[in-house]
């Protein structure tokens, strides 16, 4: 909700601070499917599965190559967590640090106590990705930085535990599995994207 009034404050190049709670829902209104839930999960007006994958906030405001940009997850790594709120206060610019929020809307399997052990399986399971965009970083060092380890866990296992996924399983199996494939393979790209960036800003930035 308001991504235009977002993107118009971040693309003004003030020196301004926003922190991004992505619960992947409307969830203040109801939980209703955004853009930003990913495909396959069930929301209000998505019963079925959402079939469209999520909007990538973070590599929109990236493309304006000065915004700070940066995808957190407390409960995955505290200490990137931390470096990322710090260099996006000390950024002289616009900054977005986008955060993994595990929401009610989710169905959580242990409930929302266990939020910060749904983030580091999050990140294990390549569902959420965590990486840092410094436009001010020192010249000839890479101003992007991809915090986030290629996935060990298993995706469908992770979305498996929250209802959001799994009701679509034990109401249309068929439908379930076509989406949970295209998400898997949408998360796989996602971070394959991710690693051609490291590249793509050495070569741009360190002359690599």
């Given at each position: 909700i308001g991504f235009g009034g977002l993107d118009h404050v971040l693309a003004q190049n003030?020196?301004?601070?926003?922190?991004?709670f992505d619960t992947e829902v409307y969830s203040n209104t109801g939980g209703q499917a955004s853009k930003?839930?990913?495909?396959?999960?069930v929301a209000q007006f998505a019963a079925?599965?959402?079939?469209?994958?999520?909007?990538?906030?973070?590599?929109?405001?990236?493309?304006?190559?000065?915004?700070?940009v940066a995808q957190v997850a407390m409960g995955?790594?505290?200490?990137?967590?931390?470096?990322?709120?710090?260099?996006?206060?000390?950024?002289?610019?616009?900054?977005?640090?986008i955060c993994y929020a595990p929401c009610i809307n989710h169905g959580i399997k242990g409930g929302l106590t266990i939020a910060q052990k749904v983030e580091k399986e999050a990140v294990q399971a390549g569902y959420w990705h965590l990486f840092r965009f410094n436009p001010a970083a020192p010249t000839g060092t890479?101003?992007?930085?991809?915090?986030?380890?290629?996935?060990?866990?298993?995706?469908k296992e992770?979305?498996?535990?929250?209802?959001?996924y799994n009701s679509l399983m034990r109401a249309n199996p068929e439908r379930a599995n076509v989406l949970f494939d295209k998400a898997v393979a949408n998360s796989k790209k996602r971070y394959e994207d991710l690693v051609g960036l490291v590249e793509y800003y050495k070569k741009e930035y360190c002359g690599e």
């Open positions: 003030q020196d301004v601070n926003v922190l991004v930003s839930t990913p495909t396959g999960a079925s599965g959402k079939i469209t994958k999520k909007k990538d906030l973070a590599k929109i405001a990236m493309s304006y190559g000065y915004i700070y995955a790594d505290y200490n990137q967590c931390l470096k990322a709120m710090k260099e996006a206060e000390a950024y002289n610019g616009p900054s977005l640090v890479n101003p992007f930085t991809l915090d986030s380890k290629a996935p060990t866990g298993d995706y992770f979305m498996m535990r929250e209802v959001r």
